[in-house]
């Protein structure tokens, strides 16, 4: 009990009960250790739903109905500890439907667990490398998973107080619920943004094929470092291809590398899937590819924001829903620059119907 109550005050659990108690509304639980062994039946290896470098996700089941993942972590460092119950604050106030809701937490032992909504469909790397139940996936689902993943980044680098880097983005880190929304998952109270520098990591984590070249040469994780993962999770949609992948030979194979070489050479159409090339939306997907190619350049700065991303492929999705925007975009462009509050008067007259009924979708008309 002694060790217990020592963890539990080290991971600064006293001031999270205190915080927790004090927001009103907050549906946040600071979680026994017995609890979450039942939940998971002593962490059952038939119940894990994933796992990697930073620890294993269990399936558990609170109060004999409500199904939770439970992430049991490996380690974290001593700075980690001593910040850890602050955090669970800030991130247990995170409210973005496109990303994982944080239920609670384990303080009581060495490396804290946290307990996470359930989703039911499993990952976004999942669905589209599974090719035992693998399905035609249409470009209009993988724009919409794409859009909505890009929204909960940008929520967390621009919205979230303090601002929160994800650090690990990746296919099967993006989970897919009973209606196959999309829910970013797997962040932590490590990837608050660093007050300065003596807080930056100086081990480089990450997943091999997402990893940022400017991370790797830096030891520095920036929102751009999310662009470039983005960026390759972008390119399993369109490929349904590994970001690391063997193919044909022994040689292992970068996907962004490869993209990256077909780009210039003009054979980009070689690595997209084939249910894609089908549906004969290549100016689309080539609008597509150029934003994916802005991801993963090598410097960061001259990539893309998050926010920047999410404008886009939303603009993208609704020229896939709405065609007949592609074909008055330079108008409508034009339009969008002037105040908002234009009047149906003041474009009466001067514009095509097309048009118009465009300005209405981009209005909220």
């Known amino acids: 009990m002694r060790i217990r109550e020592e963890y539990f005050r080290r991971h600064g659990g006293r001031l999270l009960v205190e915080e927790t108690k004090s927001k009103q509304g907050l ?161 932590g109270a490590s990837m608050l943004v660093p007050k300065d520098e003596t807080q930056f990591a100086t081990l480089v984590q990450g997943t091999c094929g997402y990893l940022d070249p400017e991370y790797l040469q830096t030891c520095q994780l920036t929102d751009k470092s999310d662009v470039y993962s983005f960026g390759v999770v972008l390119l399993e949609l369109l490929t349904r291809k590994k970001a690391v992948y063997f193919e044909g030979s022994d040689e292992e194979r970068s996907l962004s590398s490869s993209f990256l070489s077909a780009m210039k050479e003009d054979r980009f159409l070689q690595l997209l899937d084939d249910d894609i090339k089908n549906e004969e939306d290549m100016e689309l997907i080539q609008e597509v590819a150029e934003l994916v190619r802005r991801c993963l350049n090598v410097r960061g700065g001259d990539r893309p924001t998050m926010k920047e991303v999410a404008d886009d492929l939303d603009q993208l999705r609704k020229f896939k829903q709405h065609p007949f925007l592609q074909h008055n975009a330079e108008e409508i462009e034009s339009l969008l620059g002037q105040p908002s509050s234009y009047t149906e008067n003041e474009i009466s007259g001067n514009y095509s119907i097309e048009t118009k009924a465009a300005l209405d979708i981009e209005c909220g008309r």
């Open 27 to 187: 549906a946040f639980k600071v979680f026994t250790k017995e609890e979450l062994e039942q939940a998971t039946n002593n962490f059952d290896k038939k119940r894990i739903l994933g796992g990697g470098g930073h620890g294993t996700v269990y399936k558990g089941i609170l109060n004999d109905s409500d199904a939770v993942a439970v992430k049991k972590s490996k380690i974290i460092d001593d700075y980690q500890k001593k910040e850890f119950g602050k955090e669970m604050v800030i991130l247990s106030q995170i409210n973005h439907k496109n990303v994982v809701k944080l239920l609670g937490c384990c303080l009581e032992v060495e490396v804290p667990m946290l307990v996470y909504e359930f989703a039911s469909n499993g990952t976004l790397f999942q669905l589209i490398h599974d090719r035992n139940t693998a399905s035609h996936i249409s470009l209009d689902t993988r724009l919409e998973i794409a859009l909505q993943s890009a929204e909960a980044l940008a929520y967390l680098h621009s919205s979230a107080s303090p601002p929160i880097l994800h650090g690990d983005v990746k296919s099967s880190n993006i989970l897919l619920d009973d209606n196959w929304n999309a829910k970013v998952s797997d962040f």
